[in-house]
């Protein structure tokens, strides 16, 4: 199983809404990535809960969030891989309200809403992709399991009309009867050790990327930031805004920004400009309470801050 983490794109983008310094346009385009980025990750979690409200055939393996780049360097992110002995599905989910067409002819996902039309990117040609580059995995392991592949939609205010017939698109409560009719029309397909093996070869190819964001060089504002948006000192254990707010979380709130949007590993010299500690031995001694993995000796020693210091 492989569960789902929230993604790049928004722990990254929430980091920059934070700190970054930037200009109007580029704060609009933020605002806009990360609405659609909760969008789609709210989404997907309705669609992981409804799995877990499934009654799928044994074995099963569920990777939710599945990462990979193929060897021609593209890369295939899949909301979700389903495998079981019957068969592999990729699932690629939708959070998109609207009455939704597709016209074959010109490849042109559409969506209309209060009046306004939008075109989309093409949902069928990406999980085509998907499929090619799974069924290349699989072919390559021996294994002979069909690979179909599905549009899922997770808003319920959607309406789809004029969808093409060869493709499996439909609304999430449509789920639990598609599994079934997909167990009848592809019997048992190989052994249950098998399952166990696309798994194992799906998960050696897992490798999860940090989202790149748009803006290039952006300038970072540092200190351990305030809910009221000044810069808090630290004080006797604590980090202390002038309006009376006193965080102990803000260290960790800190270093979870630094390692998005400056570097994984920091010194203690890196630690004390990043947040304003004036003194050497107060930052010698929050990297050691910290525990983190550290590499060189006393005085060129550098820390590794661990990617789940800090959820928000
Ligand atoms: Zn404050």
């Not at 190989?190 to 803006?215: D, G, I, Y």
């Amino acid at each position: 199983m492989l569960k789902r983490q929230p993604p790049s794109k928004l722990v990254v983008g929430k980091a920059l809404a934070r700190r970054a310094i930037l200009a109007d346009h580029q704060r609009k385009v933020l605002d806009e990535l990360l609405w659609k980025a909760e969008r789609g990750y709210e989404g997907e979690q309705r669609a992981d809960d409804h799995w877990d409200d499934l009654h799928i055939a044994e074995p099963y393996v569920l990777l939710h969030g599945f990462e990979a780049v193929s060897s021609r360097g593209y890369t295939h992110q899949i909301d979700t891989i389903l495998v079981t002995a019957h068969f592999v599905l990729i699932v690629e989910l939708k959070n998109i309200a609207g009455v939704l067409t597709y016209e074959e002819r010109s490849h042109q996902f559409l969506r209309e809403q209060n009046g306004e039309r939008m075109s989309l990117t093409d949902p069928f040609a990406q999980v085509e992709r998907h499929e090619m580059f799974i069924r290349q995995l699989i072919d390559g392991i021996g294994v002979k399991l069909p690979v179909l592949s599905a549009i899922i939609m997770t808003s319920s205010s959607s309406i789809l009309e004029n969808m093409p017939e060869r493709f499996h698109i439909f609304k999430l409560a449509g789920l639990r009867f598609k599994l079934q009719e997909w167990n009848n029309t592809y019997p048992v397909q190989v052994l249950e050790s098998m399952v166990s093996l696309v798994r194992n070869e799906l998960l050696a190819h897992h490798q999860p990327k940090k989202w790149q964001h748009p803006f290039g060089k952006v300038l970072i504002q540092r200190g351990a930031l305030c809910l009221c948006g000044e810069v808090m000192q630290y004080r006797r254990g604590k980090f202390a805004c002038r309006c009376g707010h006193t965080s102990s979380e803000a260290f960790f709130e800190g270093l979870h920004d630094y390692r998005l949007l400056v570097d994984e590993w920091i010194t203690s010299k890196g630690l004390r400009d990043f947040l304003f500690i004036t003194s050497k031995d107060v930052a010698n001694k929050l990297l050691v309470r910290a525990n983190f993995y550290y590499e060189g000796n006393t005085k060129s020693r550098r820390y590794l801050i661990p990617e789940d210091i800090w959820r928000k």
